[in-house]
């Protein structure tokens, strides 16, 4: 991309710097195993122990997409889970080589097979940028290439973030491929 933008645009970092956040995002989302690492690398344990003094119990509010109930709207629903979560958290951590193969649960669930396609999408719409690319263009490239900055969270919360942003996206993308169309609002 940088290559790509220097050449076709000089003077110009803002869709190299956007594909660099952006991209990265996408590939970096959190499943099950990122989450179970992360709560068992030591380091969440010694940031609470630097917060908090005495007895105290850690518990979680958690909706495992295997196993949690859903609501009147089909939204999983969280239950909390005491502090034996970090044993299981501890196991769950030691399968991420299940990550990607036949035997990788948590990949079948929509919210992973979504989180999957995005990457996917995301380069092929960068080929696109890139094929077109020029001075005058480059900001609207930019803005297209940053949409995933707006899809966060987690089950429905994400859900609803994604609907908003890849409308966002198609409004950016007709702008691209019809130059003459009007402009679209930041």
């Known amino acids: 991309m940088r290559q790509a933008e220097a050449r076709k645009a000089p003077g110009s970092t803002a869709l190299t710097e956007a594909v660099a956040r952006y991209y990265f995002k996408l590939m970096a989302y959190k499943d099950e195993y990122e989450v179970a690492r992360l709560y068992t690398s030591g380091e969440f344990k010694r940031r609470i122990e630097q917060q908090f003094e005495g007895d105290y119990t850690i518990h979680f509010n958690l909706a495992p997409p295997l196993f949690a109930k859903r609501d009147a709207d089909g939204h999983l629903v969280k239950k909390e889970y005491g502090p034996w979560m970090f044993t299981a958290f501890g196991f769950l951590a030691k399968l991420k080589f299940l990550r990607g193969g036949a035997l990788d649960i948590f990949g079948k669930t929509e919210e992973r097979r979504m989180e999957r396609q995005l990457i996917v999408d995301y380069a092929k719409t960068m080929e696109e940028l890139i094929a077109a690319l020029d001075s005058h263009n480059v900001e609207l490239a930019a803005q297209i290439a940053s949409v995933p900055e707006h899809i966060r ?31 679209v609002a930041a």
């Open 153 to 183: 969270g987690y089950g429905h919360v994400k859900e609803a973030h994604f609907a908003k942003a890849k409308a966002r996206e198609a409004e950016l993308l007709a702008a691209w491929r019809d130059p003459k169309a009007p402009a």
